[in-house]
Each structure stands twice: as structure tokens, then as C-alpha cells.
């Protein structure tokens, strides 16, 4: 709390601006009707297809195989913010060499000690929220394979089918989406490292992704694959 008052007033403008655009858009995305068309939504009508043709399934060594694919991929990104988090931890204890270091480059360095230390705080609370979201997608997707093994075979149209399907799309959603809120994280720490050059550069660091955000999950080939129209 003590390096709060070395924060300007261009400082607070923009870290305003950085986690209205990571809060804005979590919010647009996931739960505004605006985001009935984006890839999040649309990915999840599929993972729900998918559940129904796996209750259809007698050997359902392929869905094992799949949910052991996305597995790999949390756990690659778990693994490598560990690694991300040390070195900010790292960074923070060498702080005074930094300032030297950085004394020379554009838009005036770093600053002070303190305020130095608040700015790589907000980059190392964004990997570690990034990591909470990616070891419990981790777990949420061990428990959708638990849900897979239990899974009875059944024939599309059946209530009890349904139902099933509908429970392992949910699994499937939610490990889904906390994947999908650790990569935005990722965006969002490479965005708030821009404060190390000025508070400028971060709040168009913060606008920049959510515009990447936007198109991708918005207007990518992507999305419009998915939605057969290409």
C-alpha cells in the first residue's frame, strides 16, 4: 500500500482502462447476449454434440483420446506460468538492478523502487490468475473423464441420453471456459508488462488486445468455420 501514492494520475487512467478492458470483455463475451455469436458459445454447442454422439458410442477410446489431447494443453500452459511466476518472483527481489538497467530507456525508465514493484505485481497477479484458471481446468477436466467412463450407452432421443449428454457438455464447458479465461490472462500480464515503459503504452497495450480479442472470438476464420460460413 505504501507505492499507492507514487501512482500519477495517468497511472490510475490507465490501469482504469486495463481492467475495464479484461473485465469488459470477460463480461461481453461469456455473458451479454452480444456474445451468443462468438466462439465461446459456439464451441460449446459443439462440445454438446459431441456428447451425444459419444453416449451413441459402444468404445469410446477416441473421446479418451481427445479429452487426454486438451489435457496436455492445460497442463502445457499450467507448467509454463509456474516457470513465468518465478521469474517475476525473481524480478521483484532484484528490483534495484532493474532500475538500473532500465534508466536509459524511452518514456523515462521505470521510476522509483516502490513504484517499480507495483507495476510487476499487476504482471505477476495476472499469471497467477492464470494459473488458478488452468489447474482447475485441469481438475474439471479430469472430472469430465470421470464423467466419460461412467457414461451408459445410449441411443439419440432417449430423455435419460440427453440428460446425460447435457451433463458432459457442462463438464466439458466449464474446464473449456477457465482455459479460455487463462489464455485472456496471458494476454492481459503481456499487456500490463507495457507499464514497465509508461502508463501509456499500457493503457494502448490493454485497448490493443481486447481489438486481437475481439476479431479472433468474433471475426476470425475460426468462427466462421465453425458456423459453416465459409
Given at each position: 500500500m505504501h507505492a499507492l501514492p507514487h501512482l500519477s494520475t495517468i497511472d490510475w487512467l490507465s490501469l482504469a482502462t486495463f481492467f475495464a478492458c479484461w473485465a469488459g470483455y470477460a463480461w461481453f463475451s461469456e455473458h451479454s447476449r452480444w456474445g451468443d455469436g462468438g466462439l465461446v458459445r459456439t464451441s460449446q454447442a459443439y462440445r454438446l454434440d459431441w456428447a451425444r454422439r459419444m453416449l451413441e458410442?459402444?468404445?469410446?477410446?477416441?473421446?479418451?483420446?481427445?479429452?487426454?489431447?486438451?489435457?496436455?494443453?492445460?497442463?502445457?500452459?499450467?507448467?509454463?506460468?509456474?516457470?513465468?511466476?518465478?521469474?517475476?518472483?525473481?524480478?521483484?527481489?532484484?528490483?534495484?538492478?532493474?532500475?538500473?538497467?532500465?534508466?536509459?530507456?524511452?518514456?523515462?525508465?521505470?521510476?522509483?523502487?516502490?513504484?517499480?514493484?507495483?507495476?510487476?505485481?499487476?504482471?505477476?497477479a495476472s499469471f497467477v490468475f492464470a494459473y488458478f484458471k488452468f489447474t482447475w481446468s485441469l481438475r474439471q477436466f479430469n472430472l469430465l473423464s470421470i464423467l466419460v467412463g461412467a457414461a451408459p450407452q445410449c441411443k439419440e432421443g432417449e430423455p435419460a441420453s440427453e440428460e446425460y449428454a447435457r451433463r458432459v457438455a457442462g463438464a466439458n464447458n466449464?474446464?473449456?471456459?477457465?482455459?479460455?479465461?487463462?489464455?485472456?490472462?496471458?494476454?492481459?500480464?503481456?499487456?500490463?508488462?507495457?507499464?514497465?515503459?509508461?502508463?501509456?503504452?499500457?493503457?494502448?497495450?490493454?485497448i490493443s488486445v481486447l481489438i486481437v480479442l475481439y476479431r479472433r472470438d468474433f471475426r476470425s476464420p475460426a468462427l466462421a468455420l465453425l458456423r459453416n460460413k465459409v
Amino acid at each position: 500500500m505504501h507505492a499507492l501514492p507514487h501512482l500519477s494520475t495517468i497511472d490510475w487512467l490507465s490501469l482504469a482502462t486495463f481492467f475495464a478492458c479484461w473485465a469488459g470483455y470477460a463480461w461481453f463475451s461469456e455473458h451479454s447476449r452480444w456474445g451468443d455469436g462468438g466462439l465461446v458459445r459456439t464451441s460449446q454447442a459443439y462440445r454438446l454434440d459431441w456428447a451425444r454422439r459419444m453416449l451413441e458410442r459402444e468404445i469410446r477410446v477416441a473421446d479418451s483420446t481427445l479429452i487426454g489431447n486438451l489435457m496436455t494443453s492445460v497442463s502445457f500452459y499450467a507448467n509454463t506460468t509456474i516457470y513465468i511466476i518465478a521469474g517475476l518472483v525473481a524480478a521483484l527481489g532484484a528490483s534495484d538492478k532493474l532500475i538500473s538497467v532500465t534508466a536509459d530507456l524511452p518514456f523515462g525508465g521505470v521510476g522509483n523502487r516502490e513504484l517499480l514493484e507495483i507495476k510487476l505485481m499487476l504482471v505477476l497477479a495476472s499469471f497467477v490468475f492464470a494459473y488458478f484458471k488452468f489447474t482447475w481446468s485441469l481438475r474439471q477436466f479430469n472430472l469430465l473423464s470421470i464423467l466419460v467412463g461412467a457414461a451408459p450407452q445410449c441411443k439419440e432421443g432417449e430423455p435419460a441420453s440427453e440428460e446425460y449428454a447435457r451433463r458432459v457438455a457442462g463438464a466439458n464447458n466449464l474446464a473449456g471456459d477457465d482455459f479460455n479465461r487463462g489464455i485472456r490472462a496471458y494476454y492481459f500480464g503481456l499487456a500490463a508488462s507495457g507499464w514497465l515503459l509508461s502508463p501509456v503504452v499500457l493503457a494502448a497495450l490493454a485497448i490493443s488486445v481486447l481489438i486481437v480479442l475481439y476479431r479472433r472470438d468474433f471475426r476470425s476464420p475460426a468462427l466462421a468455420l465453425l458456423r459453416n460460413k465459409v
